[in-house]
């Protein structure tokens, strides 16, 4: 079945810096990549997400990009606040099977 | 707003019991989902539904059954429940128009 690695586990940057966070996935078959934020005690929601067909995605702050080759995703934000401090969750589906499977998460913290 | 409901914050449990955990959504989404979240292991899928009476098995369902008998419900039942079922479970619902997916707040289970 599909596998997802994310990396880092945690991350802290300075207000103003980018973070990045990297997934790959195993299930070639996979053409569904979203990223989810969970803030401390709420619920995770989706921030962005892209599809096989679209190399890269961005909105505002936050881009995400697609290297299909390679079977790896990345998020990427930009000019970091303190408001952006959660876990972070990349996920992969495939459209055969339907079901939704994430990443080990990652914590970032931004440092006033 | 997509309302995902679960009907309890937090659970307490003593090993052995018999275990219910329900899940309501108001916009009548064909899909719904149970996930257990646990500090670096991420977001693992127990089993997800397409429609009613239908259920499919995720990464990690020993220890569980599902139940969907009405398209706003899905239930998660721990048949006999163990410590190393303590965990935070998250419901989730998705139209099968988009793949974006809506989370419940959680339910915090300690099993004694």
């Known amino acids: 079945g599909e596998n997802v690695e994310q990396h880092p586990s945690t991350l802290s940057v300075q207000e103003g810096d980018s973070a990045v966070i990297k997934c790959t996935y195993s299930?070639?078959?996979?053409?569904?990549f979203p990223w989810y934020k969970q803030e401390l005690g709420k619920r995770p929601q989706l921030i962005i997400d892209?599809?096989?067909?679209?190399g890269e995605k961005k909105d505002q702050r936050i881009a995400v990009t697609l290297n299909k080759t390679a079977k790896h995703f990345s998020l990427h934000i930009t000019e970091t606040q303190p408001e952006d401090s959660a876990v972070y969750f990349c996920?992969?589906?495939?459209?055969?099977?339907?079901?939704?499977?994430f990443g080990q998460g990652t914590t970032l913290q931004v440092k006033p | 707003d997509v309302k995902v409901t679960q009907s309890s914050r937090y659970l307490v449990k003593r090993t052995g019991e018999k275990v219910f955990l329900e899940c309501v959504q108001d916009?009548?989404?064909?899909?719904m989902f149970w996930y257990r979240q646990d500090p670096g292991l991420g977001l693992r899928l127990i089993y997800f539904?397409?429609?009613?009476?239908?259920?499919e098995k995720g990464d990690i369902p020993e220890g569980y059954s599902v139940s969907r008998e009405k398209k706003e419900r899905f239930s998660l039942i721990l048949e006999s429940a163990s410590t190393n079922q303590t965990s935070m479970y998250l419901c989730?619902?998705?139209?099968?128009?988009?793949?974006?997916?809506?989370f419940g707040s959680g339910t915090q289970l300690s099993v004694l």
């Open positions: 996920a992969a589906s495939s459209s055969n099977t339907g079901k939704l499977i």
């Open positions: 892209i599809r096989s067909n679209v």
């Open positions: 916009m009548d989404h064909e899909n």
């Open positions: 539904s397409y429609d009613v009476k239908m259920k």
């Open positions: 989730a619902s998705t139209s099968h128009r988009d793949e974006k997916l809506f």
């Open positions: 299930d070639s078959a996979s053409n569904y």
